[in-house]
């Protein structure tokens, strides 16, 4: 079955510039979304189609897509982005997610 | 965005069924491919399954195919998620989400609903 890698966890400073990677095989060939999850909360789409902010969502976030590994960059990191991020992507008829990427800031 | 509101959630012994709901209170819902992904306590996200506008078309991960049946009621803005022979394992939060650009990305999520299996 089809997967995808994430870091399980990174920390940052406030202000600072944190990127998480996903990577899956053949993943530049598909599309991948990004999400956020703060403890107790649904998540919240930050990136699809690997660069694409839904509106609403600061323009910090940004997403990059390189052959089989998508990037979700968080720049001048907030305190309120300390939360899971969580990649996701299709493997023909069925979704996958990613593992999840703890992201802490310091 | 919309807020979609997932019911039917609660405690069933293994082996057990339940139904779970999610109403999308939006006159456009039926132009929406809609999922079902779920989260077992302190784990990831796990997509469950999906349902095409019509609902002519379903498709469903391996460890449920079989065992769940993914429906909805176009009039009623409603999608269906049937659970049959429930599993502790099948315990976890479902979340009903919307697919808005049909492009498997989901920009409306519902508050999840518990469903506790035990043993």
């Known amino acids: 079955s089809y997967e995808l890698t994430q870091t399980p966890s990174v920390s940052v400073s406030p202000g600072q510039t944190v990127s998480i990677t996903c990577y899956g095989d053949k993943l530049g060939q598909k599309g991948a979304a990004w999400y956020q999850q703060k403890p107790g909360q649904s998540p919240i789409l930050v990136i699809y189609q690997f660069t694409e902010r839904p509106s609403g969502i600061p323009e910090r976030f940004s997403g990059s897509n390189s052959g089989s590994t998508a990037t979700l960059t968080i720049s001048g990191t907030q305190d309120m982005d300390e939360a899971d991020y969580y990649c996701?992507?299709?493997?023909?008829?069925?979704?996958?997610f990613g593992t999840g990427t703890k992201v802490t800031v310091l | 965005e919309v807020q979609l509101v997932e019911s039917g959630g609660g405690l069933v012994q293994s082996g057990g069924s339940l139904r779970l709901s999610c109403l999308v209170p939006?006159?456009?819902?039926?132009?929406?491919?809609m999922h079902w992904v779920r989260q077992s306590p302190g784990k990831g996200l796990v997509w469950v399954s999906r349902?095409?506008?019509?609902?002519?078309?379903?498709s469903y991960a391996d460890s449920v195919r079989g065992r769940f049946t993914t429906s909805r009621d176009n009039a009623r803005t409603t999608v269906y998620l049937q659970m049959n022979n429930l599993r502790a394992d099948d315990t976890a939060v479902y979340y009903c989400a919307r697919d808005v650009r049909s492009n498997w990305d989901f920009d409306s999520w519902g508050q999840g609903t518990l469903v506790t299996v035990s043993s």
């Open positions: 996701q992507a299709w493997d023909g008829t069925t979704g996958v």
């Open positions: 349902i095409n506008r019509d609902g002519s078309i379903a």
């Open positions: 939006d006159f456009t819902s039926s132009q929406h491919w």
